[in-house]
């Protein structure tokens, strides 16, 4: 069974920073992309970043562009977003996402985790 498990959210007062993680099981982390989603409250899903599998590229939405990072680490399963200059219209639940393949341009979405709740506020 696929399991993606968020940790790492919180309340951060603007100018801060968080890391948030991704634990991933029951499947071959290494072999798929992975992408960071988030949602607003009372808003849609918005994409914020990806990383690709093999080459760890990576790309980003223009709103969170210079600020936050995306990493993996293969060898423990485990997905990365540090976030840095938190700006209060970063406050969302933040999910991690599991794509179907290699690499995310040509690929769709395959698991979701829980989520993990950001708020940012003074």
């Known amino acids: 069974e696929v399991q993606l498990v968020e940790s790492g959210g919180g309340l951060v007062q603007p100018g801060g920073s968080l890391r948030l993680s991704c634990a991933a099981s029951?499947?071959?982390?290494?072999?798929?992309?992975m992408s960071w989603v988030r949602q607003a409250p009372g808003k849609g899903l918005e994409w914020v970043s990806a990383?690709?599998?093999?080459?760890?590229?990576?790309s980003y939405a223009d709103s969170v562009k210079g600020r936050f990072t995306i990493s993996r680490d293969n060898a423990k399963n485990t997905l990365y977003l540090q976030m840095n200059s938190l700006k209060p219209e970063d406050t969302a639940m933040y999910y991690c996402?599991?794509?179907?393949?290699?690499?995310?341009?040509?690929?769709?979405?395959?698991?979701w985790g829980q989520g993990t709740q950001v708020t940012v506020s003074s």
């Open positions: 990383v690709n599998s093999g080459d760890g590229s990576t």
């Open positions: 029951g499947f071959t982390f290494s072999s798929y992309a």
């Open positions: 996402a599991s794509y179907t393949g290699s690499y995310y341009h040509e690929s769709d979405f395959g698991s």
